[in-house]
């Protein structure tokens, strides 16, 4: 009888120890567990960290290049204002044939081979691209607002060339043909007010405000792709 009270009490106690193991056990596998999801985790954040300081750098790139663009179509904008102007004055004087205004018109004449050649790059986006660094720019608007863009540059480029041929093809042979530029005389003051002279100065003025429109929707794009720059830069 006492054998059998033996044999109870030695499994009870072994049965206590197997509990006390498997709480161990249990524990322990627990705490690895643990340690494994907290070292993902860190590096998880690490990672995501390293990530966001590559993408704020490059938002500061990019917006260090448009706000140099903002300034070289802002120089544009006055000189294209400035000229256009003085264009319509012209346009004035020979539209009431005012023979009065014959020595501004002489003045004014020579500068139809002036422009605004604002010939922008195109490629913020596709460098972008090419690179790789597209991948790590979350924001979405900002880059569907640097293609919007980048369109408003190729744009405004086809217009510059289109303004320097009309200036060579048109102004050119009416212009060279008719007045000594080095004295600034013209071989017949009334071909200053003839049609011909007069078309000259309604296609600059028509060229050069359709550039205007093109600048300020430029300066409109980096103004918003700015804005939406620094409200990344202050999350």
């Known amino acids: 009888m006492s054998e059998i009270f033996l044999k109870l009490r030695i499994k009870e106690m072994l049965g206590g120890k197997i509990k006390r193991y498997l709480i161990f056990g249990i524990v322990e596998i627990f705490l690895v567990v643990a340690g494994i999801l907290i070292a993902i985790s860190l590096n998880n954040w690490s990672t995501r960290k390293s990530q966001r300081n590559d993408e704020l750098k490059i938002y500061e790139t990019i917006l ?49 081979f002036t422009y605004s050649d604002n010939s922008m790059s195109s490629n913020i986006y596709q460098n972008l691209l090419n690179s790789g660094e597209l991948k790590i720019l979350e924001n979405t608007e900002i880059t569907f607002q640097l293609q919007v863009l980048e369109e408003t540059y190729i744009y405004m480029n086809r217009v510059e060339d289109l303004h320097l ?28 007010y003839s049609f011909q002279f007069q078309n000259l100065f309604i296609t600059s003025i028509s060229l050069m405000e359709e550039k205007d429109g093109i600048y300020q929707r430029a300066l409109r794009q980096i103004d918003n792709i700015s804005g939406l720059i620094e409200e990344e830069r202050e999350k």
């Open 64 to 112: 260090s290049r448009i706000q140099e663009d903002s300034r070289v179509v802002q120089s544009s904008i006055e000189l294209n204002n400035t000229l256009l102007e003085q264009f319509k004055f012209a346009n004035r004087i020979i539209s009431e044939y005012n023979r009065s205004g014959v020595d501004t018109l002489l003045q004014i004449v020579p500068k139809l």
């Open 165 to 192: 041929q009309v200036i060579l093809n048109l102004y050119g042979p009416e212009i060279l043909n008719n007045m000594d530029l080095s004295r600034n005389k013209v071989s017949n003051p009334e071909l200053l």
